[in-house]
């Protein structure tokens, strides 16, 4: 195949459009366009092709079930102190730059939403909607076997990019949650997943709404000469 300038325009602007969105409208999105992100996304590259990506897509009552289950025990102080994440996505002591990162998104986002730092009630409220999905028509969550080791969960990142930039070639929107990772174990009860099946992540995807406030968010990156290092 030739790759022509319209070629990498579109990657390009598929890529650098991608963004997590907080808040979608209603709008359907039909099981061949999911199925048809899903293909390309498959392409990542595995070591020695493993793929080791399970997707569990759920919408209608399924997504309303999962979400209902999730958040109630979310709700529930007592609940939600006998749940804990399965593996340690962020580490246990924070430094520098990553912390100032970590701060600065999350009061730019309550900023823009009106939520003082003071405002816990407003603050679970926003967390909340993570379990439902944010409105999206289309959540998913992620899992692998527990037999799988580090260099898979790398793959699984590149399916996961994979999968969010598929979405935005076809006019769609998503946001990675590791919010979910909380509640595996509701989440297993529910989809009835295998023992040998951990959760990854959840994603929400459909069409971003517009006018929704906390959608005006606009993280920053790093200039790459930041983060990179030439050797001649």
């Not at 958040?71 to 730059?97: F, G, L």
């Not at 099946?197 to 930041?226: F, I, K, W, Y």
């Amino acid at each position: 195949m030739s790759i022509t300038p319209e070629h990498i325009a579109a990657v390009d602007a598929a890529i650098t459009s991608r963004r997590s969105v907080r808040a979608f409208l209603d709008t359907p999105v039909p099981r061949e366009t999911i199925e048809g992100i899903l293909r390309v996304a498959s392409r990542a590259p595995s070591g020695t092709n493993t793929q080791p990506w399970r997707v569990h897509v759920l919408t209608g009552a399924a997504k309303a079930l999962l979400s209902a289950r999730v958040r109630a025990a979310y709700d529930d102080p007592e609940q939600r102190a006998q749940h804990s994440e399965e593996y340690a996505y962020y580490p246990t002591e924070w430094v520098s730059p990553y912390i100032d990162r970590r701060r600065k998104i999350g009061w730019d986002l309550y900023g823009l939403l009106g939520i003082g730092k003071a405002d816990k009630a407003r603050m679970h409220e926003q967390h909340g909607r993570n379990y439902e999905f944010f409105g999206a028509p289309v959540g998913m969550i992620f899992t692998i076997e527990r037999v799988m080791q580090q260099g898979s969960w790398l793959d699984y990142g590149m399916f996961l990019q994979n999968i969010m930039v598929a979405a935005r070639a076809r006019g769609l929107d998503t946001c990675p949650q590791a919010a979910f990772t909380q509640f595996h174990r509701v989440i297993a009860e529910v989809l009835g997943l295998e023992g040998d099946e951990m959760v990854v992540c959840g994603m929400s995807l459909g069409h971003a709404d517009a006018d929704a406030v906390e959608n005006q968010l606009v993280t920053e990156r790093e200039p790459v000469q930041g983060f990179v290092r030439y050797y001649e």
